[in-house]
């Protein structure tokens, strides 16, 4: 497996296009054990830097560090072994049962002319297994509801054995009974050493799973550090103009769990 550098790290970056930077001085670091929940306004560059971290688009300044090692320096499946991307919505261009999606995941590590192995496919059963979705694994994929198909589309992600999951809104249009389902598979894969970076415009989001948030203003200015140090009142209100309410509550198992509520009110 990778060494234990922390798996994306990013140093004073600056994303964009054609060398025009959109977001400036990110640093962020995401490692195995930990979800990092990155939020901010429509249209304020969470695509584009998750863009740059993926390596679809160049830095315009600074440096993303993959595994240790500058990630231009990495071809496509040695990028594979360290990040799997779970994308928000995917539309096969084939009738593709689960299992077939899940499948895909081992594809980075195949050869042009290679078949997926026996190996290949008992990996997918028992993924497909522990996240609890094997009853639909000749279900075609365009077929079952938006949960259901995102927890295929992670299914996916841990077949490819990446060890960082990179989640753009995994539980975005999703109802509360498959918020809470995509959620909780979440919290477990960092209990299982995996990693997580995902987008959410649901603060709520980051104060279940998230160990640490990165919140962008509407001004681009980017704040950085444990949860509820960064989603306060203050900085919230700052990034979405609009009044909001942090309250704390406290869960059915006497845990505390903080909620965002807005007000209405435009700051």
Do not use: H, K, W
């Given at each position: 497996m990778p060494s234990e550098h922390p798996t994306i790290t990013a140093r004073n970056l600056s994303c964009g296009y054609h060398r025009h930077a959109i977001l400036t001085g990110v640093d962020l670091e995401v490692s195995t054990g930990e979800v990092l929940c990155l939020l901010g306004p429509n249209g304020v560059g969470k695509t584009t830097l998750?863009?740059?971290?993926?390596?679809h688009l160049s830095p315009v300044a600074g440096r993303v560090e993959i595994g240790g090692r500058e990630r231009s320096s990495l071809s496509r499946r040695q990028m594979a072994r360290y990040i799997a991307y779970v994308p928000q919505l995917h539309e096969p261009?084939?009738?593709?049962?689960?299992?077939?999606?899940?499948?895909?995941?081992?594809?980075s590590r195949l050869g042009l002319l290679d078949s997926p192995s026996r190996e290949d496919r008992e990996r997918t059963e028992e993924?497909?297994?522990?996240l609890g979705i094997a009853h639909l694994s000749a279900r075609p994929f365009t077929e079952l509801s938006g949960g259901e198909q995102q927890m295929a589309l992670i299914a996916r992600a841990l077949v490819q054995d990446?060890?960082?999951?990179?989640?753009?809104?995994?539980?975005?249009?999703?109802?509360?009974?498959?918020?809470?389902?995509?959620?909780?598979?979440v919290r477990d894969l960092a209990d299982e050493r995996h990693g997580v970076l995902m987008t959410s415009h649901n603060p709520d989001h980051a104060?279940?799973?998230?160990?640490?948030?990165?919140?962008?203003?509407?001004?681009?200015e980017i704040l950085s550090g444990p949860v509820n140090?960064?989603?306060?009142?203050?900085?919230?209100?700052?990034?979405?103009?609009?009044?909001?309410?942090?309250?704390?509550?406290?869960?059915?198992?006497?845990?505390?769990?903080?909620t965002?509520?807005?007000?209405?009110?435009?700051?």
């Open positions: 998750f863009r740059t971290l993926l390596g261009p084939f009738a593709f049962t689960v299992f077939d999606v899940a499948l895909t995941g081992c594809v993924v497909l297994t522990r990446g060890r960082i999951l990179v989640m753009d809104e995994p539980a975005a249009a999703l109802d509360l009974r498959n918020q809470a389902t995509v959620l909780r598979c104060f279940l799973v998230a160990t640490r948030a990165v919140l962008v203003t509407r001004n681009r140090e960064v989603l306060t009142e203050e900085n919230l209100q700052a990034a979405y103009g609009t009044r909001v309410q942090v309250l704390e509550t406290t869960s059915p198992d006497g845990e505390a769990v903080r965002c509520i807005p007000t209405l009110e435009l700051s």
